[in-house]
C-alpha cells in the first residue's frame, strides 16, 4: 500500500528536493507551501507521515505540531522536523515520541532513513470503511485552531 506523506515546507528549493527523493519511493507526496495550508490538508485526509519545517510566516512547524498533539485522531501521527534551526535547540523531540528532527542541510541517505523509520510507525490502515480506524474524524485538526 503506498503511503502518504504531508511535507509542509515553504522554501521551493527543499519541496523539489523532497519530490526528487521521494518519488523515487513507494510514497505519495502532498506539498503545502505554508503552515495554514498543512493544517487545511490535514483536516482533509489522513498521513502515515508529516514533515514539517519549523521557520514559516504565520504558522510555524512547531504550531503545527501542537495543534496535532491535541488532536485526539492525530496524536500518534509520526513527524519528522526538517529545519536550518540547530538540533539542540529541539531536543526535546525525542521525548515527545514518533518525532525526529533532521536539521538543514540534510542528503538524501538521511532523508530516507528517517522517512523509513517513522513510516513504519504509523498505524492507520487507511481505509475508509475501516470498522478498526472509522472512529477518526479529519475534522479535529482544523478544529483545534
Same mark, same amino acid.
Given at each position: ?9 515553504? #522554501?521551493? &528549493? ?6 526528487? $527523493? !521521494? =518519488?523515487? /519511493?513507494?510514497? =505519495?507526496? &502532498? $506539498?503545502?507551501?505554508? /503552515? ?5 490538508? $490535514?483536516?482533509? +485526509?489522513?498521513? #502515515?507521515?508529516? $514533515? !514539517? #519545517? ?5 504558522? &510555524? ?25 540547530? %538540533?539542540?535547540?529541539? &531536543?526535546?523531540?525525542?521525548? !515527545? /515520541? ?17 522517512? %523509513? ?9 487507511? %481505509? +475508509? #470503511? ?16
Amino acid at each position: 500500500m503506498t503511503k502518504e506523506i504531508l511535507i509542509v515546507e515553504d #522554501d521551493r &528549493t527543499w519541496q523539489g528536493f523532497y519530490r526528487e $527523493i !521521494l =518519488n523515487e /519511493g513507494e510514497y =505519495n507526496l &502532498t $506539498i503545502a507551501s505554508n /503552515g495554514k495550508e498543512g493544517v487545511k490538508k $490535514i483536516s482533509e +485526509k489522513w498521513f #502515515d507521515l508529516i $514533515i !514539517l #519545517d519549523i521557520v514559516m510566516e504565520e504558522l &510555524t512547524g512547531d504550531r503545527i505540531f501542537s495543534l496535532l498533539r491535541r488532536s485526539s485522531i492525530h496524536r500518534e501521527v509520526p513527524v519528522i522536523f526538517a529545519s536550518v534551526l540547530n %538540533k539542540e535547540a529541539y &531536543t526535546c523531540t525525542k521525548m !515527545l /515520541g514518533h518525532v525526529s528532527y533532521l536539521e538543514k542541510p540534510f542528503g538524501k541517505e538521511d532523508l530516507l532513513e528517517e522517512v %523509513k523509520k517513522r513510516i513504519a510507525e504509523s498505524y492507520w490502515c487507511g %481505509k +475508509k #470503511d475501516c470498522h478498526s480506524c472509522e472512529s477518526r474524524n479529519l475534522d479535529s485538526v482544523s478544529s483545534a485552531e
